[in-house]
Antibody, heavy 123, light 108 residues
Framework: QVHLVESGGGVVQPGRSLRLSCAAS????????IHWVRQAPGKGLEWVAV????????YYADSVRGRFTISRDNPRYTLYLQMNSLRAEDTAVYYC????????????????WGPGTTVTVSS | SYVLTQPPSVSVAPGQTARMTCGES??????VQWYQQKPGQAPMLVVS???DRPSGIPERFSGSNSGNTATLTISRVEAGDEADYYC???????????FGGGTKLTVL
């Protein structure tokens, strides 16, 4: 079965850093782009970042560009999100989600989602 | 900037048809996805590329996209369809994914 599982969430003070991980299984990780999507409490979905299957292209939402870094380790079947200079408005459930089409992220959406990991930024 | 507009709520009686819209100028030129999210759960893809259903999604779910409006239609609505529904596109001009604000479907 195809699975994504996030980890690394927690409570962190404003200005500090946190690294999220997303462990994949059940599919050939190196052939799919992967997104990070977040959801603040009681709010809608907000796309955060995406990395191409081979890491060749990376894009960020304006709200996190310059503070967050997405990366992947294909042999380890793991995706990462390094979050620096965290703000209260970064408080959310963070999901990793697989692009539904191999080798592209621009069509087909996100077909596999993890259960999410919660990040709380508070002093 | 690109904004996807969804009505905040839609209500429908069981057995009836629910239609939820996603609006933006010339959205008909883009590939639109729809996601269902129930409380406490991760989103689930129910329609991709405007009208394709992923494996396991009932035929009651269908999508269309033309002009300035994309539509998710759920026929023969059941109590279990009650959820938040989000539309999503990839903006090729700016290289980012965009979600609509979501529509809460209430089954009366």
């Amino acid at each position: 079965q195809v699975h994504l599982v996030e980890s690394g969430g927690g409570v962190v003070q404003p200005g500090r850093s946190l690294r999220l991980s997303c462990a994949a299984s059940g599919f050939t990780f190196s052939t799919y782009g992967i997104h990070w999507v977040r959801q603040a409490p009681g709010k809608g979905l907000e796309w955060v970042a995406v990395i191409w299957y081979d890491g060749s292209n990376i894009y960020y939402a304006d709200s996190v560009r310059g503070r967050f870094t997405i990366s992947r380790d294909n042999p380890r079947y793991t995706l990462y999100l390094q979050m620096n200079s965290l703000r209260a408005e970064d408080t959310a459930v963070y999901y990793c989600a697989r692009a539904s089409s191999p080798t592209t992220v621009t069509r087909g959406g996100m077909d596999v989602w993890g259960p999410g990991t919660t990040v709380t930024v508070s002093s | 900037s690109y904004v996807l507009t969804q009505p905040p709520s839609v209500s429908v009686a069981p057995g009836q048809t629910a239609r939820m819209t996603c609006g933006e100028s010339n959205i008909g030129s883009k590939s639109v996805q729809w996601y269902q999210q129930k409380p406490g759960q991760a989103p689930m893809l129910v329609v991709s590329d405007n009208s394709d259903r992923p494996s396991g999604i009932p035929e009651r779910f269908s999508g269309s996209n033309s002009g300035n409006t994309a539509t998710l239609t759920i026929s023969r609505v059941e109590a279990g369809d009650e959820a938040d529904y989000y539309c999503q596109v990839w903006d090729t001009s700016s290289d980012f994914a965009l979600f609509g604000g979501g529509t809460k479907l209430t089954v009366l």
